[in-house]
């Protein structure tokens, strides 16, 4: 089997510290297994087949190719799976597991699996209407499909009343970016003297107004005697309806 270590390596056009840093395995322990003076351990032989796609068979014994014979798709498919990166081969794995557990049960069908991302969810809702207390800190932690949350978006804040329909119904969740200002037209959640709204920020030549979507609702006129605070900008909303 020495030998035909040797002739592998040589095949490949790789010197002993290159062959050896692709498997793992220190300069001088190639070496000395070239040699014949350690013998190759299970854990080498597979090691070395699977990193250079060599025919088990032949490292072994000498029968057959050097190289495992493997198709046009096989081939496509290794270079797929080289191109992941830790994440997605991990997101892979939640797949396939998933799969395995469908499949076990009988059930027949393929999960479509769908990329999840975590926000936390304010509990206390931001008002469409009247006026809701915002300023607490009870939130639960909650998954939505990945493509349906803004990236830039911080937490959610689930929404009571309909004044800000037809955009906006009320238990609607939306995702919010943190930030201290506006810009004119812009969405946002308001804590205004104690209470959470969710309106549009509109600039008007005495001031500014909190506005409702929904024509019933009179606007909110911001005085000097105000307590306002701007918790941040709406990016997107999720309903679960």
């Not at 095949?11 to 014949?36: P, Y």
């Not at 350690?38 to 699977?50: A, Y």
């Not at 769908?114 to 800190?137: E, I, K, M």
């Not at 009870?138 to 911080?154: K, L």
Request: proline share 3%; hydrophobic share 35%.
């Amino acid at each position: 089997m020495n030998e035909r270590l040797r002739e592998l390596r040589d095949h490949l056009g790789l010197s002993q510290k290159a062959f050896g840093d692709q498997v793992d395995i220190g300069q001088s322990t190639i070496a000395m297994f070239e040699k014949g003076q350690r013998s190759l351990r299970d854990i080498h032989i597979k090691r070395i087949c699977t990193e250079f796609n060599v025919n088990e068979k032949w490292l072994r014994t000498g029968e057959g190719s050097m190289f495992k014979e493997s198709s046009d798709s096989v081939d496509t498919l290794h270079e797929i799976i080289r191109s992941f990166d830790i994440e997605q081969l991990e997101l892979m794995k939640d797949c396939l597991n998933m799969i395995i557990k469908e499949k076990e049960s009988d059930k027949g069908s393929i999960l479509n699996f769908q990329r999840t991302v975590t926000r936390p969810v304010y509990d206390l809702p931001a008002s469409a209407g009247t006026g809701q207390f915002l300023d607490g800190y009870s939130y639960t932690n909650m998954e939505f499909p990945e493509n349906a949350v803004p990236p830039s978006s911080t937490f959610g804040v689930r929404i009571a009343g309909d004044s800000m329909e037809p955009e906006y119904f009320d238990q609607d969740i939306v995702f919010v970016r943190q930030q201290p200002t506006l810009e004119n037209g812009d969405i946002g959640i308001f804590v205004l003297n104690g209470e959470g709204y969710l309106k549009q920020f509109e600039i008007m030549d005495d001031g500014y107004s909190l506005v409702s979507l929904n024509s019933k609702y009179p606007d909110i006129h911001i005085t000097e005697g105000c307590a306002i605070r701007i918790v941040g900008k709406v990016l997107g909303k999720w309903s679960d309806a």
